[in-house]
């Protein structure tokens, strides 16, 4: 494999330092582990204006919400943020770092929804809590500061495989409308197979990581046939909000995200889709670790700047300090 020099060093690393696949570990250890990893991983961590937690209801009782604020008055556009980690792991916590990056670069607020986690809440519980929580922040934008008519989703990961499954369900609802989608490396069909060809390697994301989260979140092995889990199965595409979707050369979920961006494209969707040569799955969320990383976020930012038609910051804008930030 033509794996980036800064993957083939990050990958010596895990060598050295013995680092156990996530799969082989109890669901506890692989949750403080994953959250530490992208923590090491996230480079520094960008204050901004204002940083806080906080709750909206869900169709089960309350979800824990972070809102990442930048500077400004009145109703700003919103990102409803989805965070990755085989919809088994991860938190408000693992996606703070994107979020604050997205917010200072696009100048639009980022909220980050604490979806429940499988095997606890298998599917449909999170995309359940995600298009709750989505069409709760446009149906209630004056709380916390949202433009509804500026309202998009986006996510890594599994996270990208929920923006998907909200944009399908605020059609099938009538709404919320949604400005747009960014799907980075999102998991489109759960029947696909890896790619055979970066399937293998235990020192990163593999075939054998797919199968692991899967088995958690699909109770029902049947429930793969159900587009809010296959977003690439639904029968049309169309009507659904312009899309980013980023993709990784060496990530055994590489090709479903590209079919799924063709999909789109087919169906007259706006799609912009992107592969990152050499990179591995997660590199989205470590950019400390790889500056493709940076790039893509870069990247998301400018779709999301576009969507929400938004001028492009100033390089040399100061950051303002944090404020009520738990982290």
Do not use: K
């Not at 990530?251 to 799609?271: H, S």
Request: overall charge negative; charged content about 20%; proline content about 9%.
């Amino acid at each position: 494999m033509s794996l980036d020099p800064q993957v083939v060093a990050y990958r010596a690393a895990r060598a050295a330092a013995g680092t156990p696949p996530l799969y082989t570990q109890t669901l506890a250890e692989a949750r403080a582990a994953d959250l530490a990893a992208i923590r090491a991983g996230g480079g520094d961590v960008e204050p901004v204006h204002e940083v806080r937690d906080t709750t909206v209801p869900g169709p089960d009782g309350d979800l824990r919400v972070r809102v990442h604020r930048p500077a400004g008055d009145g109703p700003l556009p919103t990102l409803v943020y989805f965070f990755g980690g085989g919809w088994t792991l991860g938190s408000v916590e693992t996606a703070d770092g994107i979020c604050r990056r997205l917010a200072n670069a696009t100048g639009c607020q980022v909220v980050t929804v604490g979806y429940r986690l499988a095997p606890e809440h298998p599917f449909p519980a999170a995309v359940l809590d995600c298009y709750a929580a989505t069409r709760w922040l446009a149906g209630h934008a004056a709380e916390l500061g949202v433009d509804p008519d500026r309202l998009a989703v986006g996510g890594d990961s599994a996270g990208g495989n929920l923006a998907a499954a909200v944009t399908l369900l605020a059609r099938a609802e009538g709404g919320p409308r949604l400005a747009g989608q960014l799907l980075v490396y999102p998991n489109t069909d759960q029947r696909a197979a890896p790619r055979p060809a970066d399937d293998q390697d235990p020192l990163l994301f593999n075939r054998h990581s797919v199968d692991w989260y899967r088995g958690h979140y699909l109770a029902d092995p049947a429930d793969a046939a159900d587009p809010l889990a296959s977003p690439l199965l639904a029968d049309d595409l169309s009507g659904l909000p312009p899309a980013l979707v980023v993709t990784a050369e060496h990530d055994p979920l590489r090709d479903e995200g590209q079919r799924y961006a063709q999909r789109l494209r087919e169906a007259g969707v706006p799609v912009r889709a992107t592969c990152y040569p050499g990179m591995i799955h997660g590199f989205f969320a470590m950019p400390g670790v790889f500056d493709a990383g940076r790039r893509a976020q870069d990247e998301a930012a400018a779709f999301l700047r576009e969507v929400f038609g938004l001028p492009t910051p100033p390089a040399d804008a100061p950051l303002t300090a944090t404020v009520g930030d738990e982290r």
